[in-house]
């Protein structure tokens, strides 16, 4: 450490609140028996790192405490009910993944708090895409949504800012991501089993039967779009149909294209493309001009239908 940054973090700490300090730019507790005492704390730390911007990292004590508190945990984080509402307070945070879910996966937390996150976490992938494993390859793309949310990458991905920046929960897109590859290495499907596991953990986290089953959705068919965009003929109108009957909504559309780009760009360096990018921002616009016609044609059906009934009723 540098003298000057040396200096800085012994400096007087400034309080955060009942728990919590700041020692120059790094969070430090307050009571060192903070976490055996409450294991939920542990979440409350990365919620406040999430929350003050001005916190680049952990004081040497605090995070010895914390290593200490995750190797004495008798069940995982997600099993205490405050843990889990803090973790989706955080997930909900515009800085929650740079802020709280890169930390977390930098000191093991994740893996403390679901054994699912444990899994993956040097999870070889053998084939010829993937250069990294599980666990950092899925931290690529949080970090690349993330990417999304900020205008000055609208050169790189117009469509996806654009995007991205209007979605009311961005947080369903960060737990997609989180599950779409969670079972990799195991027996079966991994997207169909990722999708069980993405909807039980959300509805254990108390978000909604819509939401629940949008995320599962999104693990599901994390690779529909990149497959149909690459491999069908997206000027054939049987498979915009198909394709469209299988999003359903343009919610749903959105959602699933800002994944399906992230995806590509975190799988490798050199996958994403302009070519790429031209065929799935193409296979968007023409899928959403569909669903803009199917819900014309649902309103003009139910419009003639009310128009009958009250023909009948006169």
Known sequence: ?????????????HKLDNQFQLRGDLIDLIDST???RQPAAILQLFYQMAEQENI??????????????????????????????????????????????EPMHLHDVLSAYTPVWQNIVGQMQFDLFHTYTVDEYTIGILQKLDQFADQNNSHQHPLCVTIYTKLAQPEILRLAAMFHDIAKGRKGDHSELGAKDAKQFALAHSLSEHDSSLIAWLVRQHLLMSVTAQRRDIQDPIVIKQFASEVKSINRLDYLFCLTVADICATNNNLWNSWKQSLLKELYLLTKNQLNQDTQTILTLRQRIQSNRLQALT
Not at 2 to 10: G, I, R, T, V
Not at 72 to 92: D, N, S, V
């Open 1 to 13: 450490m540098k003298p000057s940054l040396a200096k800085k973090n012994l400096a007087a700490p």
């Open 34 to 36: 903070l976490f055996d």
């Open 56 to 101: 680049l990292g952990i004081y040497s004590a605090t995070l010895r405490q914390l290593r200490f508190a995750c190797q004495k945990l008798t069940k995982p984080l997600c099993e205490i009910p405050i843990a889990r509402e803090i973790f989706i307070i955080t997930l909900r945070h515009p800085r929650a993944v740079k802020g709280a879910i």
